[in-house]
């Protein structure tokens, strides 16, 4: 990275703060501002290693009366969210930035060429890029802190900066766009950051449906735009006007798995609340359409449409758009719960398409070819990627809730209890009643209240049109049973909807047997009838990472897929891989253009489906130039892994994990789940049993309210430990696996050829490389300090935090550098700069729980939110939430 660019973002972090400084000191005075920068300076000469500043600075905080403490977390949690929009604007303006890796991040244009290089025709290159099939779901796990409103302030901030910077030779526009910035950093301060509701599952899909307003939606044309312009260069053709190689899907209001909160009839709303913002969304384009298309000169087939008419493209576009309206309409009024007594609607993608396509065609025909890919193009590529209903909807639910089903049915005709059967039995029943021409279910059945839900949801499924949904989605599957359950309850109530099937492996034991499970299903004639020649299975990362420690897991997902590869190649089935990946280390995040390319070869053949969850969505998505450049990169890693995919590893560097993968997993569960101390040490040092008060998302914390960490989601269980900057579960076990390596014979060279020859260990060493550089034991100390008593517990957390120190030591000697981050200065600059704000916003967590616990958790509201800010605050500094 040059200088220049280092500054650039340093200026707009300096902008940023001095204008909240006089902010905060035309609200509280410049007293208190004072107070801000002697807590920022002790936490400054504590980074620098001056041991009697980090001393200063906890003394200090200690001393806050409590009418300080929230004004305090407030102010450091804004800070640390002006310091992301800069670091934002700066990836915006900086293409190559996504993982701060200096060349790590290939342009579509060089992978192109770099494909030509490699033997593959231009036409091979369009045919592979028109044929991917590359889904992006958004998921509505509670991992997003900050409020939409407030994401609005800072989108608009943004817009600030760019100004500022663009204004040149105009300095009256950089006047008024830093009198801009000044009132919009004032309504953010002015403006409460936390929640006092969770958001419903609506909600949550309103706020999905806000990011393709907002972004997308210009992003996608743009993205499309610029990858024409490649391929005219390349192969003298464009891309076919039906093609999306990336496409959205979304689990906001269909992820049922554990959410009561997500109903038949919420499902419902959304997908009508989809189909409503896609028909005001097109409404704004066949508006400008009409507005632009006023050439009279058409080919024989539009004259044919709507006769001989002076404006005749505005004539069809005028059509167009009235039935456009009324669809918007009848979704309103359904919405309302009232009929609709309105003109025709369009139901599906074709109906939008054709219509615009008969005007491309005939500018095309008579020469008008600039204006016919123009924005006409532009909306032709929205409908190939956004159809009538913005994303598909994915359905989720646990597979023992199908299995209740038929508990139930099973009893209630008589025919025994279908949780007793043995597997085979199961099986039999299922394929035998797929087959059947009879209804199995009574029409006056009875059921208890959840199987009632269930059936609902497949009934929603009847009424819908097939391109409104995605996959069906089956958490905690396990048997080839539980695939035949829904696919026997789609066929009972679901119409003639035939949604995919993805059974979702999420435990080390599921993904050992996942491979096997598959080749039994595909085995089955009654099953290959019904699925034919494809199948999705969803790989599961935070909860098998939860379950056996990241390194186990990651090489059982790596297994895994290498195995239903291969199943699905003997049984002549086209295999999608869908990714169910988090914005953590942890939960399998990390930067997603390594992250492909670290998948076995084979595993992406042009088609891939992954998970964006929470403030990922926000940091990818969430401004048209990120998006754009977010796109780009999955289109670069999914075209590179399908042509030019990974070298199988060597059976030693198989060897050399599966024996870490098993130290690491003995290290990890010997401390998780054998370590009586530890669930005990878990509550007491971090701010676990408060995290269910902080209003993220419509689910709940817990799966269950009784029992140990099995019982926790994944993601409070790694926001609980990122509180603490411990960031246990992404490196427990994995420095005893490297330190046995390192302490024997030739260890130390077969791990550096791994690390060097195989992009999955390489990818693995990097994202626990800057999962440790984030980390700090020394914080972690003093949460135990403040909040630990007990001489078990105490005892526990340092033998923790030497394990991390061990780990440290070994992963530098691994990599052969003296510090982390040597190879990535622009991740480490953004901590450095954000730890003297991190760091306050801990010691005031660590008060702030312990001044609860001591007033048996009734403190006064107003610490109560201080306390929820600190959480924000941290999240935003580490931008790491779940």
């Not at 979304?250 to 028909?279: I, Y």
Request: with cysteine; net charge negative.
């Amino acid at each position: 990275m040059s200088h220049d660019l280092h500054e650039s973002l340093r200026d707009n972090v300096r902008i940023l703060g001095d204008s909240l400084g006089r902010t905060i000191a035309d609200d509280l005075g410049e007293a208190f501002v004072d107070r801000i920068e002697a807590i920022r300076a002790f936490a400054k000469r504590g980074r620098s290693g001056d041991a009697q500043g980090r001393r200063e600075l906890i003394e200090y905080l200690r001393r806050l009366p409590d009418r300080d403490l929230l004004p305090v977390t407030r102010a450091f949690n804004q800070f640390l969210n002006l310091a992301n929009i800069a670091e934002q604007h700066y990836r915006a303006r900086f293409r190559r930035v996504e993982d701060y890796k200096p060349g790590s991040q290939p342009v579509l244009g060089e992978l192109l060429a770099r494909a030509r290089a490699s033997g593959y025709s231009a036409q091979a290159l369009v045919e592979t890029l028109a044929g991917m099939r590359v889904e992006l779901v958004l998921t509505a796990h509670p991992t997003e802190v900050i409020r939409r409103t407030l994401i609005q302030k800072y989108d608009a901030i943004d817009d600030c900066l760019t100004t500022i910077e663009a204004s040149g030779e105009y300095p009256e526009r950089a006047s008024r766009a830093q009198g801009r910035l000044e009132e919009l950093i004032s309504q953010a301060w002015h403006t409460d950051e936390i929640r006092h509701e969770r958001p419903s599952p609506v909600d949550e899909a309103k706020w999905g449906f806000a990011v393709i307003e907002n972004s997308l939606w210009q992003a996608v044309p743009d993205f499309h735009r610029d990858l024409d312009n490649l391929l005219l260069e390349e192969a003298g053709e464009r891309l076919p006007l039906d093609a999306a190689p990336l496409r959205f899907a979304s689990w906001m209001g269909g992820d049922r798995d554990g959410n009561p909160n997500v109903t038949a009839k919420v499902t419902r709303e959304v997908l009508l609340l989809g189909r409503w913002m896609a028909a005001d969304l097109y409404l704004r384009d066949l508006e400008q359409l009409k507005a632009e298309l006023s050439m009279w000169k058409a080919n024989s087939a539009l004259k044919a449409e709507v006769g001989d008419v002076a404006e005749p493209y505005r004539a069809l576009l005028k059509r167009l758009a009235a039935r456009v309206e009324a669809t918007r309409d009848w979704a309103k009024a359904c919405l309302d719960g009232r009929p609709y007594e309105g003109g025709p609607i369009i139901e599906n993608r074709d109906q939008l398409y054709a219509p615009l396509l008969t005007c491309y065609r005939s500018l095309c025909d008579v020469g008008l070819d600039t204006i016919a890919n123009g924005v006409l193009l532009d909306t032709l590529r929205r409908v190939a990627v956004f159809g009538v209903t913005l994303t598909k909807l994915d359905i989720r639910q646990d597979a023992a809730r199908h299995a209740q089903v038929f508990e139930e049915l099973s009893d209630y005709l008589g025919l025994g209890n279908y949780r007793e059967w043995d597997e085979a039995r199961r099986q039999a029943f299922l394929l035998e009643e797929l087959a059947s021409n009879r209804p199995l279910i009574p029409r006056r059945w009875e059921c208890s209240t959840e199987t009632h839900e269930v059936l609902d949801t497949f009934r929603v499924i009847a009424r819908e049109q097939r391109e409104a949904l995605g996959t069906y989605i089956i958490s905690m599957a396990g048997q080839p049973s539980d695939v035949l359950a829904v696919a026997l309850l789609m066929k009972e109530v679901g119409g003639d909807v035939r949604l995919p099937i993805a059974p979702l492996f999420e435990t080390l034991a599921d993904l050992d047997r996942a491979g096997e499970v598959i080749d039994q299903l595909l085995a089955l004639p009654g099953y290959r009838a019904l699925a034919g020649d494809s199948q999705e299975v969803m790989i599961g990362y935070s909860d098998s990472a939860k379950d056996a420690g990241q390194l186990a897991a990651a090489w059982a997902q790596y297994r895994a897929q290498e195995t239903l590869v291969a199943v699905c190649e003997r049984h002549g089935v086209d295999l999608t891989l869908f990714h169910g990946r988090g914005g953590t280390v942890g939960r399998g995040g990390g930067p997603a253009h390594a992250a492909i390319l670290s998948q076995p070869p084979g595993s992406v053949n042009g088609s891939l489906r992954v998970t964006e969850q929470g403030e990922m969505i926000r940091f990818k998505f969430g401004q048209p130039d990120i998006a754009l450049r977010s796109m780009e990169i999955y289109a670069c890693a999914v075209l590179e892994a399908s042509l030019l995919p990974p070298p199988a590893p060597k059976p030693e560097w198989r060897e050399e994990m599966d024996r870490l993968a098993g130290i690491a997993h003995r290290g990890y569960v010997g401390v998780v789940r054998e370590n009586p101390d530890f669930v005990p040490y878990f509550r007491a040092v971090t701010p676990e049993g408060s995290l269910g008060r902080l209003p993220l998302g419509s689910r709940p914390t817990k799966r269950r309210q009784d029992g140990g960490v099995e019982t926790l989601r994944a993601i409070p269980w790694i926001f609980a430990w990122t509180q603490t900057r411990l960031m246990l579960p992404a490196w427990l076990g994995s420095g005893e696996a490297f330190a046995t390596r390192l302490a024997e014979e030739g260890g130390l060279e077969r791990l550096r050829e791994m690390r060097a020859h195989w992009p999955f260990f390489g990818t693995y060493l990097d994202m626990l490389e800057m999962l440790l550089a984030k980390a700090d034991v020394e914080i972690a100390a003093y949460y135990e300090h403040r909040l630990v008593d007990e001489p078990a517990l105490l005892e526990l957390g340092a033998a923790l935090r030497e394990r991390f120190g061990r780990l440290n030591q070994g992963l530098l000697e691994i990599l052969d550098q003296r510090e982390l981050l040597e190879g990535t200065p622009l991740i480490r600059q953004a901590i450095e700069v954000r730890n003297p704000y991190i760091d306050p916003l801990h010691g005031l967590q660590a008060e702030l729980l312990q001044r609860n616990r001591d007033a048996d958790g009734a403190i006064s509201p107003e610490l109560s939110r201080a306390l929820m800010v600190t959480m924000a605050g941290i999240s935003a500094g580490l931008r790491n939430t779940g």
